[in-house]
């Protein structure tokens, strides 16, 4: 599962998904609007941050990220 397709399986404004933006922005030093921009496809997280990301969610990184 891509990423966007992880974070938009997440149920709808619920404490799930903000959970998981909050803890992914918060990985990557991020704000969470890009964490948000990654998972609509408008930017692709640099390669530091895709390991950060699998490694926060446990997910391959080729998983999330397979055409990056």
């Given at each position: 599962m891509v990423f966007s397709e992880y974070i938009?399986?997440?149920?709808g404004r619920s404490n799930p998904?903000?959970?998981v933006i909050n803890k992914i922005a918060s990985a990557?030093?991020?704000?969470r609007s890009t964490?948000?921009?990654w998972a609509?496809?408008?930017?692709v997280p640099d390669a530091l941050k895709r390991k950060t990301i699998s490694e926060t969610l446990r997910i391959p990184e080729e998983e999330l990220f397979p055409d990056a």
């Open positions: 938009n399986s997440l149920p998904k903000v959970e990557c030093l991020v704000d964490v948000y921009r609509s496809g408008d930017m």
